[in-house]
């Protein structure tokens, strides 16, 4: 009787974490991410803080409960800030919200920038926002990418 019960329990217990695994089958697209507001908080000498604004858009047919984020902020391919995050937002399915994090530079990344925008005389910025979103369920740690021009006859951007 004993036995019964147990195996009963396990096949209970396997078509429970099955019907679990096919839940998650559903595709997962990445959340377009784009840059929404920029202003600096804090400068020092060797570093720079500043206010992000992020459009975090869910292209997917159920709601993402972020709980943090990673990324990096690159100007005509060279790092210009990075950051990390720990607030969370809800987005909900097919709907955007935006999230206000704080990325740092420092004084080499700046002195770096403006000796390639000194190289590219007048000519358009490049730009590119890359990282991950983990949800609050911990069950997804969703990568994203954004490039861009800024400026220039030829603004445009990508995912």
């Not at 507001?37 to 409960?65: H, V, W």
């Not at 994090?101 to 403006?114: A, C, H, K, P, Y």
């Not at 069950?139 to 400026?151: H, N, T, V, W, Y």
Request: aromatic residues 8%; hydrophobic residues 40%.
């Amino acid at each position: 009787m004993l036995k019964h019960s147990i195996r009963l329990a396990w096949i209970t217990l396997m078509l429970v974490w099955l019907g679990g695994c096919a839940t998650l089958g559903e595709p997962t697209e990445p959340p377009r991410v784009t840059l929404s507001n920029l202003k600096m908080i804090d400068a020092q000498l060797f570093e720079q803080r500043y206010a992000l604004t992020l459009r975090i858009q869910n292209p997917n047919s159920f709601d993402l409960d972020v709980n943090g984020l990673s990324f990096e902020v690159e100007l005509n391919g060279r790092e210009f800030a990075h950051g990390v995050s720990n607030k969370g937002v809800l987005i909900p399915a097919y709907g955007e919200s935006t999230l206000e994090v704080e990325v740092t530079s420092s004084l080499f990344n700046i002195v770096d920038q403006i000796n390639a925008l000194e190289r590219r005389q007048g000519k358009s910025l490049e730009y590119r926002i890359h990282g991950k979103i983990s949800t609050a369920n911990h069950l997804l740690s969703l990568p994203f990418e954004r490039k861009g021009e800024i400026g220039g006859a030829n603004s445009r951007y990508s995912d």
